[in-house]
């Protein structure tokens, strides 16, 4: 099995595209840690994923989750192999969007949510890499809002500025890391039908949009499943010879105009 005896810490492991990956990680052979926000459905998760899994009820926000993620790693599995970092969202209720509306709110709270979240839990997996004198694979979680802009139907510019600041500081730790065989890679997605993406998959002006944009397999909105081949290979062995890349799993949204009338 492709990620036969490793360990994996999930931050945002519950729900979307984390839980996806979660269950695809377990179904590889892997045992997964998984972290969600109080309130979400982690007892839940834990049944499903059944004794290969165990997890915590904690904020990516809060430095200190992350380490105590990998706390339970390596107490209830015995190590600790790899950080998928999916844990972020929208910051249009804080405040975000086009340069001359942001809020200072939507400032903070958008860089906080997506970009500081990722650091605290970087640095926490690559002090655990170092303590243990292992290498290990890192994957954070991206946007194609963060290289390949949507004016008009996706303008947050405080997100886009967030997920541009992942790939940076993916790229630049992949570079002072590697000779450590410590890897950093990216995965980019564009539209996937998570909780976080109701108000564009419920639009049917976006949704045309989509049809031109994200032309694959018919011209849909992405599936959680989609990400899912990606994350596993970027976490085993397969990928040893891979890092500070990103992987645009995007439908084509990257390489593709698009139209805002849903129409070629």
Not at 44 to 71: K, N, Q, Y
Not at 78 to 95: E, I, P
Request: aromatic share 8%.
């Amino acid at each position: 099995m492709r990620l036969a005896q490793k360990v994996i810490v999930v931050m945002g492991g519950t729900s979307g595209l984390g839980l996806s990956a979660a269950r695809a990680f377990v179904r590889a052979g892997a045992k997964v840690v998984v972290v969600g926000r109080k309130g979400e459905s982690l007892d839940a998760t834990l049944r499903e994923l059944g004794d290969s899994a165990d997890g915590l009820a904690g904020d990516a926000m809060v430095p200190e989750t992350a380490d105590l993620a990998i706390e339970v790693a390596l107490q209830q599995f015995g190590g600790f192999d790899g950080l998928y970092h999916v844990a972020g969202g929208s910051g249009r209720k804080f405040g975000d969007g086009p340069l001359h509306e942001m809020t200072d709110e939507g400032i903070s709270a958008t860089l906080d949510l997506n970009l500081k979240s990722v650091l605290y839990s970087n640095r926490a997996a690559v002090r655990q890499f170092i303590e243990q004198k292992s290498g290990g694979s890192i994957l954070n979680m991206a946007s194609v809002l963060g290289f390949s802009p949507s004016p008009k139907f996706f303008s947050t510019h405080v997100y886009a500025a967030a997920k541009a600041g992942i790939i940076g500081v993916t790229k630049a730790a992949a570079a002072f890391y590697a000779e450590r065989n410590i890897r950093f890679n990216v995965v980019a997605p564009a539209l996937v039908d998570t909780p976080m993406a109701q108000r564009a998959v419920t639009n049917e002006e976006i949704l045309d949009y989509v049809r031109t944009k994200q032309p694959l397999d018919g011209g849909r909105v992405g599936e959680p499943e989609d990400l899912d081949g990606a994350a596993v290979w970027l976490m085993s062995d397969e990928s040893r010879f891979v890092t500070g890349q990103v992987v645009a799993v995007d439908g084509g949204w990257s390489v593709c105009e698009g139209n805002v009338s849903g129409k070629w």
